[in-house]
């Protein structure tokens, strides 16, 4: 009876809503986003120990591992500020956005099919733990970018960037559409030259949407003399970027760049103008996933209410049912045109 009272007591503790009983509201969040950061630490510290210790399946997993207990810190910096929590406190947004995490980085797994940009190595032979693998590795995709962005914000990086604003419409939308198109061809095209305008296609292709649609649009914001939220992104996607390479680089299961032209010179895996390329993937990611949510319902991950409008069940067994069709068949793919090696 006693442990139940205790398990009780730890988890309305993680929980934002907690009662802290001779506690101010303040002191609350601070001890809990204390609590998380050090649990998110500790659990990146024994992924990295037991590395060094050359455990296999910690090798081989290292990346996934480090990714998610870096995941719970960034979630903690932001509660510290905010005193919300992603995870914790909207926990089935949290998954909702790993599943099109997913599903938004095999598009550019799609794309790299016919660019062959980077390719995998040292996966493990069996189909079921190496599919998984992918699953759990691509799902951070938008969660890292996203709290990072979120992150920055909340601790005061560019609190607000003023520019002179725009007049989008008609005119702007025709542009960016054509530019977008132009972008999504060349690539397929000609891969060879014009491999790097892939990461900036669906920036250009449904900004427009959702600036017509009323979602959450960069270009809205352009609109009212501010581009804070791009800014921010831009930097989240670079810090990200080095964190991604930098685990990589230690990881077992791995990937490796064949980049035309650029592939001199490295920093980990990663050839330096390669890392040019993820602070425009971080916007793609934004917008993308900005178009995808306001068809869900408008309300953002940040910003997800309870009573906001959703998805009615037949629409979500729909949505299932073509993520799991489009991983199966991505997946494939990837294992016969983007794997070099398996282990063993």
């Known amino acids: 009876m006693q442990t139940r009272v205790y398990m009780s007591h730890l988890w309305n503790l993680v929980k934002v809503k907690a009662a802290c009983p001779g506690r101010s509201k303040k002191l609350c969040l601070k001890m809990r986003a204390t609590l998380q950061a050090l649990v998110g630490l500790a659990c ?40 919300r929590s992603l995870i914790f406190d909207r926990t089935r947004e949290f998954f909702i956005l790993l599943g099109w995490s997913i599903f938004i980085w095999l598009i550019f797994e799609h794309f790299n099919l016919r660019l062959g940009n980077w390719h995998y190595v040292d996966l ?9 693998g992918y699953a759990v590795a691509y799902a951070t995709v938008l969660p890292a970018l996203f709290l990072t962005e979120r992150a920055l914000a909340a601790w005061g990086v560019w609190r607000r960037i003023k520019v002179k604003p725009i007049r989008p419409g008609g005119r702007w939308y025709n542009l960016f559409f054509i530019l977008g198109l132009a972008m999504f061809f060349l690539p397929l095209t000609w891969p060879r030259y014009f ?37 921010r992104l831009l930097l989240a996607g670079l810090i990200c970027g080095g964190i991604w390479e930098f685990l990589n680089f230690w990881a077992g299961a791995k990937w490796i760049y064949t980049v035309p032209f650029v592939g001199f010179l490295k920093i980990f895996e990663m050839p330096i103008l390669g890392f040019l390329g993820f602070p425009p993937f971080a916007v793609a990611c934004y917008v993308m996933y900005s178009f995808i949510d306001r068809l869900r319902g408008g309300a953002f991950f940040e910003d997800a209410q309870p009573e906001a409008q959703r998805w009615g069940r037949p629409w979500r067994l729909v949505v299932v049912i073509i993520w799991v069709v489009y991983f199966n068949l991505v997946f494939r793919a990837i294992d016969r045109y983007t794997v070099i090696n398996f282990l063993g």
Request: aromatic residues 18%; contains cysteine; neutral net charge.
């Open 44 to 83: 990146l510290a024994a992924a990295c120990l037991l590395l060094a210790a050359q455990i296999p399946w910690v090798k081989t997993w290292f990346y996934d591992l480090a990714w998610y207990s870096w995941l719970v810190v960034l979630d903690a910096l932001v509660l510290a500020r905010t005193g």
């Open 124 to 132: 493990p032979p069996t189909t079921w733990v190496r599919w998984l």
């Open 195 to 231: 491999f790097p305008l892939i990461w900036g296609t669906f920036i250009f292709l449904l900004e427009p949407a959702n600036h017509r649609l009323g979602g959450r649009s960069l270009m809205a914001e352009w609109e009212r003399g501010e581009l804070t939220t791009f800014c």
